[in-house]
Nanobody, 124 residues
Framework: QVQLVESGGGLVQEGGSLRLSCAAS????????MGWFRQTTGKEREFVAA????????FYAAFAKERFTLSRDHAEKMVYLQMNSLKPGDTAVYYC?????????????????WGQGTQVTVSS
């Protein structure tokens, strides 16, 4: 079992940056694939980025490439999403998630544990 708590969301102007953090508790954090998803009202949860258990493989959604950077710290049991050059279209609730799977980790259905989410609002 893994418990996840996100932080770092907030209000930022277009072009600004935010770093989202996800604190994990529980055993075996290092064996989980980790991902970030986002969701706006009335829309399905959307893949943002995912990282393999080892940290050696990272996937990004097309909109996140070149702007977002995902990383994990096994010792601290943390996952970070650095978001730069933010746009109003990035406004959403961002969720951290943990998966027991090693494949297809860009799909939200592969994730077993979810945090409560953190709101990101980008103003124009």
């Amino acid at each position: 079992q893994v418990q996840l708590v996100e932080s770092g969301g907030g209000l930022v102007q277009e072009g600004g940056s935010l770093r989202l953090s996800c604190a994990a508790s529980g055993r075996s954090f290092s064996t989980y694939s980790m991902g970030w998803f986002r969701q706006t009202t009335g829309k399905e949860r959307e893949f943002v980025a995912a990282i393999s258990w080892s940290g050696g493989t990272i996937f990004y959604a097309a909109f996140a490439k070149e702007r977002f950077t995902l990383s994990r710290d096994h010792a601290e049991k943390m996952v970070y999403l650095q978001m730069n050059s933010l746009k109003p279209g990035d406004t959403a609730v961002y969720y951290c998630a943990a998966s027991e799977h090693y494949y297809d980790i860009t799909y939200y259905g592969r994730y077993n544990f979810w945090g409560q989410g953190t709101q990101v609002t980008v103003s124009s």
